[in-house]
């Protein structure tokens, strides 16, 4: 395994778990699982969530490449600061993430990473894209667009080996196969649609990226490569 130890010479730490069961969100009372809880203890990791964690509309969220949400602690301030009148919200959890992580966030990992955290292993696989509810979650508009323009997006995992993982647990790197592909760089492809036809042939075949969005930069190549360049003047 490869550490992933900060300057300090701590590795990064799993701070807290959440889950949530499906209840009425915000003021229009919509059905989610957004709302999540801390877990002391032990929690299995299945295929498709935690133990004790739901979604509500599976067309949108849940699923294999989506199957555990992960976000960075160090984020919550720089939230509180953009925006003080959430701060007292802005704890772990908030986000609606299973797994608040403590010493690493989106600069610290590439598309494709292979995490150990307790007993299993997980796979970095792509960007969240916020919702409305996310906007119901606070009573507040602003924040879905705020969260795409930061770029403090946190990250889904895909769950490669099924497991048990707890508060404290460390967080290592078995494998990144894709070193050149940084994790920031991809929010910023995915918010902006703005890729080189480099990063796009990278994404195309990038090991461990969400299928829908290797199947995107497929089409952005093949659209790229019909489209007539323009004659030298």
Known sequence: MISLANPQGEPPT?????VGRI???GAKRVPSGFVKRPVTGPVHVGKL????????????????????YAYAASRYPEWSADFPEHAAHFTPGAFGENLTMAGMSENDICVGDIHAIGSTRLQVCQPRQPCYKFALRFDDNRMPRAMVRTGR????YRVLSEGVLQAGDAVSLVER???DLPFNRLIAIVNRSQATDEELHKLADADGLASWLQIEARRAVDS?????????S
């Open 14 to 18: 799993l701070m807290s778990v959440q």
């Open 23 to 25: 209840a009425p969100l």
């Open 49 to 68: 969530n935690l133990d004790g964690d739901a979604q509500a509309d599976l067309t949108v969220h849940g699923g294999p490449e989506k199957a555990v």
């Open 153 to 156: 997006a946190g990250w889904y």
């Open 177 to 179: 196969p894709n070193p």
């Open 224 to 232: 790229r490569r019909e489209t007539p360049r323009p004659e030298p």
